[in-house]
């Protein structure tokens, strides 16, 4: 059973970088897509990205000018940056096996990961 | 993008009732619509994918139907478990996008 759980701080001042790793277990990171979502408190989820194993990378318009993820296989592990925080990123943040198959559904997630932007 | 609407937004209902969740989207997906429910505190939960196919593991009083511009989630019977909330995701394009969700509540 494919496991995931997110790290990282959860506080970030406005106008920082959040950094934001997803360990991957149970199962390789190879040969699969591996996306990072979030979702504001009492809204609904919003996709933030995927990255390939092979290293390609697909971002949300809304916020590609300020995001990056990357992958370690070495690790069996991915990241999400994000740049100039503010107050409407606060959100839990969630990493996500998928797109997968032909559907392109998310079938395994971390636990999520609280990150609230303040000073 | 393609934006998700569903309804209603909240739902009460019994033990036993059968329920029913709409989900649109503002363009044909054609079948790439999937559901998942969300209980308080977790992560969201795969149910359905490609529509009507019921994932691995999910009782089979849920089910789900439709293609094109507008999609169903029925529970049949509904068990104390199943109240939370639900989405519906549309992975037709990139990006890709949720609906607001749909609580559903004892009554």
């Known amino acids: 059973q494919v496991q995931l759980q997110e790290s990282g701080p959860g506080l970030v001042k406005p106008s920082e970088t959040l950094s934001l790793s997803c360990s991957v277990s149970?199962?390789?990171?190879?040969?699969?897509?591996w996306s990072w979502i979030r979702q504001p408190p009492g809204k609904g989820p919003e996709w933030i990205g995927y990255?390939?194993?092979?290293?390609?990378?697909n971002y949300n318009p809304s916020l590609k000018s300020r995001v990056t993820i990357s992958l370690d296989a070495s690790k069996n592990q991915f990241s999400l940056k994000l740049t100039s925080m503010t107050a409407a990123d606060t959100a839990v943040y969630y990493c996500?096996?998928?797109?997968?198959?032909?559907?392109?559904?998310?079938?395994?997630w971390g636990q999520g990961t609280l990150v609230t932007v303040s000073s | 993008d393609i934006q998700m609407t569903q309804s209603p937004s909240s739902l009460s209902a019994s033990v036993g009732d059968r329920v029913t969740i709409t989900c649109r989207a503002s363009?044909?997906?054609?079948?790439?619509l999937n559901w998942y429910q969300q209980e308080p505190g977790k992560a969201p939960n795969l149910l359905i994918y490609?529509?009507?196919s019921l994932q691995s593991g999910v009782p089979s009083r849920f089910s789900g139907s439709g293609s094109g511009t507008d999609f169903t989630l029925t529970i049949s019977s509904l068990q104390p478990e199943d109240f939370a909330t639900y989405y519906c995701?549309?992975?037709?394009?990139?990006?890709?996008?949720f609906g607001q969700g749909t609580k559903l509540e004892i009554k």
């Open positions: 995701q549309q992975s037709y394009s990139t990006p890709y996008s």
């Open positions: 996500a096996r998928g797109p997968y198959s032909g559907s392109n559904y998310f079938d395994f």
């Open positions: 990255i390939y194993y092979g290293g390609s990378t």
């Open positions: 149970g199962g390789s990171i190879s040969s699969y897509y």
């Open positions: 490609a529509a009507s």
């Open positions: 363009q044909s997906i054609s079948s790439y």
